[in-house]
C-alpha cells in the first residue's frame, strides 16, 4: 500500500472483481489461473438467497472443467434429471440425460441450485488463496488511461485500490456499469415470474420435475427446493409497480394466490407449508459496450434476459471464461512487448455478439411459454394439447432434441470474425475452424486412446500437433502446452485458447504465424513478466 490523499491505496492487485456471484468467481478463478492477481469484493454481508437459476448447460461445464471445479459440482448436482410434460389431459415424460452429443463430456441438462454451484465456485477460489471480501461496497471507478482506480467501503472504512483492470459482475444495476457512463438498452416484460418454495400433498419429491402449460402461462415444479421440499416457479402477467428492481425478488405472493396457481395449471397439489415466496419483475436488456477503458462488465451487468432457456447464470459464466484468461495474459505480460488491446478488445467483440443473439432466443422462447398474448395463449392450452400424441415422437429423435441443446447451451457459438481467430498458411482442411469451439474427441498421445477434454483440462493454451506435424518454435512461457496426436495423421497444428476455442490452426509447419498469434494473445515468445 502506499499513503494518498490520507487513505490507503492498494495497488498489488490486477484484477479487482466487483460481484460474487457465479459470474464474478469464475471471472476471478479464470484470471488467477492464467497469471493475475485477484480481488473479490461483494457488497452482500451473506450469499444471496433463494436460488433463481437451476439448470448448468454442458457447454458451462465444459469451460469450468480446466479450473478443477466440475467433479465437485457433479457430485451435488442431478445429472439424470426428468421431466413431466403436462398438456391438458396428456402428461409426456421427458429425460434429459444421455443425449446424442457425442462431442461433450457433459451430454445432459445439470439440475443445481445457484448458491450449490457459488459454494462450490467460491471455495475453490480460497483453496488458491483468495477469500471473497463480503460487506465491501464499490463507491466509485474510473479508468485513468493506463489502470483503474476504484473506491471502496467495508466496516474498516474507505480505501482506494488503484489496479490494471474492474470488471463488473454486479447484476443489472450494475455499479460499475454505472460509473463506467456505459449506457443501457433494455424493456421491461408485461409478464413477471413468481417463486416460492413449498411442500406439496400428494407430490413426492422423487416424482422428478414437472412442468404445466396453461392458457396464463407455464408452471414448473423443481424437487430443488431450498426452504421446502419443492421449488415453484410460474409466468402470470405482471402486477406492474414503479421502481421496479429487475430481476431481483419483490414482494411475497399470498399462499392463495400461490394455489390459484396450481389450480389454473390443473394439478391436484394442494399447499402444506410456504416457507418463502416472492415476484420477480423482468426486462430483457444488453449495455451498449462491455468495456470502457480498463472497466468491465460481464454477466447480469453486461445483459440480462427471460428466464427462459436459462440463459443467466450460463452466459454469465461463459462471459467470464472468455474475459479471464484474457485479463490473465493481459496483467502478467511485459509491457514493452505486449500490445493487450487486441487481446482486451476482444472480449466485447466475441461476447456482446453472442448476448445479442441470445436476447433473440431467449426473447422468442418466452413469448411463447409466458406472454399473455391471444396467439401465444391459444397455442399452450389449445394447439400443444392437440399436438400432445406427437411430442414423444418428437423427443424420440436424439439428434432433433441434441441440436436444441447445442443452440441453448451455446455449444454453436463461434468466434470466426474475432481477431484472435487466424488461418495460418497452407490453411488445414477437415478440423475445426479458427473462432470455433474444439469437440471432444477419442485422441491417441502415444498410448491407449483418451478423451481430448480430459487432456485439456488444464488453464493456459494448448498446441494440437498432428502425427506429423513438425515440432513449434521453443515455448518459453509454462502456460503453453504442447500434445502429439498420434492418431491424427498430416502435418498439421491447431491452436486451443484456454476458453476451449481453436485460435490459430496451420496445414503444415507455420512459425512465423503461430508466433504470431501467440504474440497477439500475450503468450510466446516471451515469457509472463511481473513488474
Not at 82 to 110: E, I, K, N, W
Not at 253 to 272: F, G, K
Not at 470 to 479: G, H
Amino acid at each position: 500500500m502506499v499513503a494518498h490523499s490520507g487513505r490507503d491505496v492498494t495497488t498489488a492487485v490486477d484484477v479487482l472483481v466487483v460481484g460474487a456471484g457465479t459470474t464474478g468467481l469464475s471471472l476471478a478463478l479464470q484470471a488467477h489461473a492464467h497469471g493475475a492477481r485477484i480481488r473479490v469484493v461483494e457488497r452482500r454481508l451473506e450469499q444471496f438467497r433463494p436460488s433463481r437459476a437451476l439448470i448448468l448447460h454442458p457447454r458451462t461445464l465444459e469451460v469450468l472443467r480446466p479450473l478443477g471445479v466440475t467433479d465437485a459440482l457433479l457430485e451435488s448436482a442431478d445429472t439424470a434429471p426428468t421431466a413431466h410434460l403436462h398438456l391438458g389431459s396428456r402428461v409426456v415424460d421427458t429425460g434429459l440425460a444421455d443425449l446424442a452429443l457425442p462431442d461433450t463430456a457433459f451430454p445432459h441438462l445439470t439440475l443445481m441450485r445457484q448458491t450449490d454451484v457459488e459454494t462450490v465456485l467460491a471455495r475453490a477460489l480460497a483453496d488458491r488463496g483468495v477469500t471473497v471480501e463480503r460487506g465491501t461496497e464499490l463507491l466509485t471507478a474510473r479508468d485513468d488511461g493506463d489502470g483503474a482506480h476504484a473506491v471502496l467501503r467495508s466496516r474498516h472504512g474507505v480505501e482506494e485500490v488503484r489496479c490494471p483492470f474492474v470488471v463488473g459482475c454486479d447484476g443489472p444495476a450494475s455499479a460499475v456499469r454505472t460509473c463506467a457512463g456505459i449506457g443501457w438498452h433494455g424493456r421491461p416484460y408485461a409478464e413477471e415470474v413468481v417463486l416460492a418454495d413449498l411442500d406439496l400433498d400428494g407430490t413426492p419429491p422423487d416424482a422428478g420435475a414437472q412442468v404445466f402449460a396453461g392458457r396464463r402461462g407455464l408452471l414448473f415444479l423443481f424437487p430443488l427446493g431450498e426452504r421446502a421440499a419443492w421449488r415453484l416457479l410460474a409466468t402470470r402477467a405482471s402486477a406492474g409497480g414503479a421502481g421496479r428492481d429487475f430481476g431481483q425478488p419483490g414482494a411475497a405472493v399470498p399462499e392463495a394466490e400461490l394455489q390459484r396457481l396450481l389450480n389454473d395449471a390443473r394439478t391436484t397439489a394442494r399447499i402444506e407449508r410456504l416457507a418463502w415466496s416472492a415476484r420477480i419483475p423482468l426486462q430483457c436488456g444488453l449495455a451498449r459496450r462491455f468495456r470502457r477503458g480498463r472497466l468491465f462488465l460481464a454477466g447480469d451487468a453486461a445483459h440480462t434476459y427471460s428466464p427462459a432457456t436459462g440463459q443467466g447464470m450460463n452466459a454469465g459464466i461463459q462471459d467470464a471464461v472468455n474475459l479471464g484468461w484474457k485479463l490473465g495474459f493481459a496483467a502478467s505480460g511485459s509491457p514493452g512487448e505486449f500490445d493487450a488491446e487486441v487481446l482486451l478488445d476482444s472480449y466485447e467483440g466475441e461476447r456482446r455478439a453472442a448476448a445479442h443473439r441470445r436476447l433473440l432466443l431467449t426473447h422468442t422462447a418466452f413469448w411463447a411459454e409466458a406472454s399473455t398474448g391471444r396467439l401465444p395463449s391459444w397455442l399452450r392450452a389449445v394447439a400443444a394439447p392437440r399436438a400432445a400424441p406427437a411430442v414423444p415422437v418428437l423427443l424420440g429423435r436424439r439428434r432433433l432434441v441434441a441440436e436444441a441443446v447445442r443452440v441453448i447451451s451455446q455449444l454453436r457459438v463461434n468466434y470466426r470474425h474475432s481477431p484472435l481467430s487466424v488461418e495460418g498458411t497452407p490453411p488445414l482442411r477437415g478440423a475445426p475452424r479458427p473462432g470455433d469451439r474444439l469437440p471432444d474427441a477419442a485422441v491417441s498421445v502415444g498410448g491407449p486412446a483418451q478423451r481430448l477434454h480430459g487432456l485439456l483440462a488444464r488453464p493456459g493454451v494448448h498446441l494440437l500437433l498432428q502425427r506429423d506435424a513438425a515440432p513449434p518454435p521453443d515455448m518459453a512461457d509454462p502456460r503453453v502446452t504442447v500434445l502429439r496426436l498420434s492418431n491424427s495423421p498430416g502435418r498439421g497444428l491447431v491452436a486451443v485458447r484456454p476458453d476451449g476455442h481453436v485460435g490459430f490452426r496451420c496445414g503444415a509447419a507455420d512459425p512465423a504465424g503461430l508466433t504470431g498469434w501467440l504474440s497477439l494473445i500475450g503468450a510466446a515468445p516471451f515469457p509472463p513478466v511481473r513488474p
